[in-house]
């Protein structure tokens, strides 16, 4: 559900200025971390991580978060995060 409410402005904007260290957190630093160990459920792993791309993809979508990521500080973790993607 979280994924689609970050379709709209208003509310990016809030997830941004309010949660972006909770997003940060529990997915650009959990989940290569997750990668990296052992992991018990390849299928489960999978689809938090493309649940997850969805989200920042439809953030993506939003000015505000296109301007929030022109920080370096801001947009070099999501860049590496699309690269450990691939």
Known sequence: ???????????????????????????????PMMAESEVDDPQAHLKYHNLCLRFLSNLFSTSCFRNFVKDAANGLPLLEFCVFSL
């Open 1 to 31: 559900m979280l994924r689609l409410l970050a379709l709209h402005e208003g509310h990016a904007d809030h997830l941004i200025k309010n949660h972006w260290e909770m997003v940060d957190m529990c997915i650009i630093q959990y989940l």
